[in-house]
């Protein structure tokens, strides 16, 4: 059966290198896991997430597909559900970037002690960048994808050391090295989404919006000079 994945999972899964054992942490529907073992990127896949429904829809997807001697299904939170050392390259993939961050500091040995993190926050990635940098990891790659109009950041990262700096933290340190096909539309819809916000804002005048709206002054005016440079 062939699995075809949104962009965004398929560019979470050229980040995972063949031959390792795998968790997804978060799994939902169990498609990254399934997509994995089908196209033999991954001889073994353990498939976790803390809710029992989105659980059964991705043991649905493994029985239906015989995959139950691949992929091992675990409920609980975050990184408790392995043992140290038992998953090669840990997944965790569309949730926040708070999120993230908790869920990896909650475990941070057993973190550590995989090869590879593949993180692909919905928002907040400057700071799961930052956690990063902080907490004895180094961003080895970095992609884009695109999924109807929305734009998403994949982190690959291994133990080892990095500094950021705030434009690194913010736009990638490797998009920014290396730049990427989408990287330009990236920060056009990125500063298109501040402007929106800050004319949204334009009648509040408390001490808060007018900070804000100062800040999001700021971000679109590095955006702009970023995006003159490309
Ligand atoms: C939006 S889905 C993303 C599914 C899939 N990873 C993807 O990228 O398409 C987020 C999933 O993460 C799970 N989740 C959130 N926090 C979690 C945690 N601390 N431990 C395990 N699973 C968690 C949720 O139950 C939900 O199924």
Redesign the pocket.
């Given at each position: 059966m062939r699995i075809k994945l949104s962009n965004?999972?398929q560019a979470?899964a050229r980040q995972i290198p063949a031959g390792l054992t795998v968790a997804?942490?978060?799994?939902?529907?169990g498609?990254?896991p399934v997509y994995l073992v089908v196209n033999d990127i991954a001889p073994r896949v353990i498939a976790?997430?803390?809710?029992k429904r989105?659980l059964d829809s991705a043991q649905q997807l493994v029985s239906l597909l015989s995959l139950e001697s691949q992929i091992d299904i675990r409920l609980?939170?975050?990184l408790s559900v392995l043992k140290t050392a038992e998953a090669e390259v840990i997944c965790l993939?569309?949730?926040g970037g708070m999120?993230i961050k908790?869920?990896i500091a909650a475990n941070l040995p057993l973190a550590k002690a995989a090869k590879r993190l593949v993180l692909?926050p919905q928002r907040n990635v400057s700071a799961v960048r930052r956690f990063l940098a902080a907490n004895g990891f180094k961003i080895v790659a970095e992609d884009l994808a695109e999924d109807d109009g929305f734009y998403y950041e994949i982190i690959a990262a291994e133990p080892g050391m990095m500094t950021l700096t705030d434009d690194e933290a913010d736009f990638g340190p490797l998009l920014l090295a290396e730049g990427h096909a989408l990287f330009r539309d990236f920060l056009i819809l990125k500063e298109a989404d501040m402007t929106q916000l800050l004319v949204s804002m334009a009648e509040s005048n408390s001490p808060d919006s007018l900070r804000r709206k100062q800040q999001l002054e700021d971000e679109i005016s590095r955006i702009g000079k970023l995006i003159g440079t490309l």
């Amino acid at each position: 059966m062939r699995i075809k994945l949104s962009n965004r999972l398929q560019a979470v899964a050229r980040q995972i290198p063949a031959g390792l054992t795998v968790a997804d942490i978060g799994t939902d529907h169990g498609y990254l896991p399934v997509y994995l073992v089908v196209n033999d990127i991954a001889p073994r896949v353990i498939a976790a997430d803390r809710g029992k429904r989105p659980l059964d829809s991705a043991q649905q997807l493994v029985s239906l597909l015989s995959l139950e001697s691949q992929i091992d299904i675990r409920l609980g939170d975050g990184l408790s559900v392995l043992k140290t050392a038992e998953a090669e390259v840990i997944c965790l993939a569309g949730m926040g970037g708070m999120a993230i961050k908790e869920i990896i500091a909650a475990n941070l040995p057993l973190a550590k002690a995989a090869k590879r993190l593949v993180l692909q926050p919905q928002r907040n990635v400057s700071a799961v960048r930052r956690f990063l940098a902080a907490n004895g990891f180094k961003i080895v790659a970095e992609d884009l994808a695109e999924d109807d109009g929305f734009y998403y950041e994949i982190i690959a990262a291994e133990p080892g050391m990095m500094t950021l700096t705030d434009d690194e933290a913010d736009f990638g340190p490797l998009l920014l090295a290396e730049g990427h096909a989408l990287f330009r539309d990236f920060l056009i819809l990125k500063e298109a989404d501040m402007t929106q916000l800050l004319v949204s804002m334009a009648e509040s005048n408390s001490p808060d919006s007018l900070r804000r709206k100062q800040q999001l002054e700021d971000e679109i005016s590095r955006i702009g000079k970023l995006i003159g440079t490309l």
